[in-house]
């Protein structure tokens, strides 16, 4: 599915006297979902991250965050930051590459 908003509003109506707010919602009928907020009585919903969609890039970035490669470094840790962005990338990249010929060896 395209274009999924990562949030979504349950529209129950206009609920202004005070008897409709204690509706039960299994009595509700003609909701609808929306991706703006219309009334202040919208419940909205937030689309939550699914770990098993955690991008390729994502884990790689997260992994580059934990090693500790930069111990064993030439440059000692005393890296220029274009130095860091170009070993970064090197990581990210050999990561991902491990990562999708791990994947074809499992097929």
């Known amino acids: 599915m395209k274009n999924i908003p990562k949030r979504i509003y349950l529209q129950i109506g206009d609920l202004t006297d ?3 707010r204690n509706i039960d919602f299994n009595e509700l009928s003609d909701v609808c979902w929306s991706s703006e907020k219309i009334f202040s009585t919208d419940i909205e919903f ?3 991250p699914d770990a098993a969609r955690k991008s390729i890039e994502r884990i790689a ?4 965050g934990r090693s500790r ?3 064993r470094c030439r440059y000692l840790m005393r890296c220029t930051p274009e130095i860091s962005e170009i070993c970064c990338k090197a990581f990210e990249e050999g990561f ?4 999708n010929e791990y994947k074809k060896r499992l097929r």
């Open 96 to 99: 991902k590459k491990g990562f």
């Open 69 to 71: 490669a930069c111990r």
């Open 18 to 20: 005070k008897d409709d």
């Open 61 to 64: 970035k997260e992994t580059n």
């Open 46 to 48: 937030i689309r939550k």
